[in-house]
């Protein structure tokens, strides 16, 4: 008795001397005598490992190899392109990572320039660094160390220059009542609920 074959595309190759070939035919419906597309996947012999993933190949019956596999590799019908896309090209993985670098450059400009204000960012990057003047051999260092540093002063010693705003003017009709209904308000949104 002859022995059955199957056409179908690989679509694993992972396993050892194994390839998954999966198979398409067409089945009449046996109620709505609809044409269905039915597919099967088929593990493989692949003693030479030959086939890659994207191949369309032909597949023969023969006995179990293992528990699932009972078809053998009979030829390579025509190569296909695998589903995995490698870079190849040199240029367009420089590319990639170059952006991935400026990403970096710029996050840690972020982390340095927190709490400084526009002006102050690019001022720093448009004005030059300051080249360091040779320190003459007539000078001495001054000692860091032994300078005290200058205390910064407290928050209540610095007054604003110009003069405090003036109080609000009560409209007419306000009275010490309106103040009062408000204060309770406030003290009962603070008052913890539920207790």
């Known amino acids: 008795m002859p022995r059955k074959t199957k056409v179908g595309k690989v679509v694993s190759d992972k396993n050892a001397k194994t390839i998954v070939v999966e ?6 419906h046996p ?13 493989a012999h692949d003693e030479e490992e030959r086939a890659t993933v994207g191949d369309i190949v032909r597949i023969i019956e023969s006995r179990p190899l293992s528990a699932r596999k ?12 695998g589903p995995e896309v490698q ?29 400084e204000t526009v002006e102050e960012i690019v001022g720093a990057e448009s004005e030059p660094a300051p080249a360091a003047e040779p320190a003459s051999a007539a ?17 209540t010693a610095t ?10 003017v009560p409209e007419a009709g306000a009275g010490p009542a ?18």
């Open 139 to 155: 000078e001495p260092a001054p000692a860091t160390a032994t300078a005290p540093a200058a205390e910064p002063a407290p928050a």
């Open 23 to 28: 198979v398409h035919r067409r089945k009449k």
């Open 87 to 115: 870079v190849k090209d040199e240029e367009g993985l420089a590319e990639v990572l170059g952006h991935k670098v400026d990403e970096q450059k710029a996050d840690e400009k972020v982390e340095q320039a927190e709490g």
């Open 70 to 81: 009972r078809w053998e590799l009979a030829q390579i019908v025509s190569r296909g392109v």
């Open 31 to 43: 109620r709505y005598h609809k044409y269905i597309k039915v597919r099967k996947r088929f593990m």
């Open 159 to 168: 007054a604003p220059a110009t003069e405090p705003a003036p109080a609000p």
């Open 178 to 195: 309106d103040d009062e209904i408000t204060d309770e308000k406030t003290a009962a949104s603070e008052e913890p609920s539920g207790v």
